[in-house]
């Protein structure tokens, strides 16, 4: 680790040196020198620290945090979720999201059905997903950003889902919170 410090430290030094030949320094300003650099190496190393650890405890799940979305379809078709697992996490304001939900459409079908996100979007684009309509029947599906609290699922041909139990979404995807 040391080694990758020393390697910025190094580079540095050539461009201060390279400014050196061109701007006379004072004894002063050199002698600076070292202390300055040696604070920037100690910033270096706590801003890659925190971003690590940050990081990692997300991935493993330790800053996962748990949110109960409303579920909906696009009317007149109704989305009666049974069981559902949502849990986001946040790193430098990008929403990190995984939600899979299983429950019953009614009504008259439609193409979208939809969930809640846990904080306001600034800016996403979408993504892939899997469906089952009806489980075992799994099908390429595409997730949007509907409104900037909510997410919508469509199958892969934007074809109205099937009407009846064991309907599936599956996201995992990522968005920009609004400021």
């Not at 949110?67 to 946040?90: K, L, Q």
């Not at 599906?141 to 099937?162: H, I, K, P, Q």
Request: glycine letters at 8%; proline letters at 4%; aromatic letters at 12%.
């Amino acid at each position: 680790m040391r080694n990758k410090y020393i390697k910025y430290i190094l580079i540095l030094i050539i461009c201060i040196g390279v400014s050196m030949s061109i701007t006379k320094f004072s004894p002063e300003d050199i002698s600076g020198l070292a202390e300055r650099l040696q604070r920037l190496e100690q910033d270096i190393k706590n801003l890659k620290m925190e971003r690590k650890v940050y990081f990692s405890d997300a991935m493993k799940g330790e800053k996962w945090i748990e949110w109960t979305p409303v579920f909906g379809a696009e009317m007149p078709m109704s989305f009666t979720v049974v069981d559902y697992v949502a849990e986001y996490c946040i790193i430098e304001g990008v929403v990190i999201f995984h939600i899979s939900a299983t429950g019953t459409t009614s009504g008259t079908s439609s193409p979208a059905i939809y969930f809640t996100v846990p904080t306001e979007v600034g800016f996403c684009i979408g993504g892939a997903c899997n469906i089952a309509d009806p489980i075992p029947t799994r099908k390429a599906g595409f997730w949007v950003l509907g409104t900037a609290t909510r997410m919508e699922v469509y199958r892969y041909d934007e074809s109205n889902w099937g009407i009846g139990s064991d309907r599936r979404i599956s996201v995992q995807g990522f968005y920009k919170m609004a400021e």
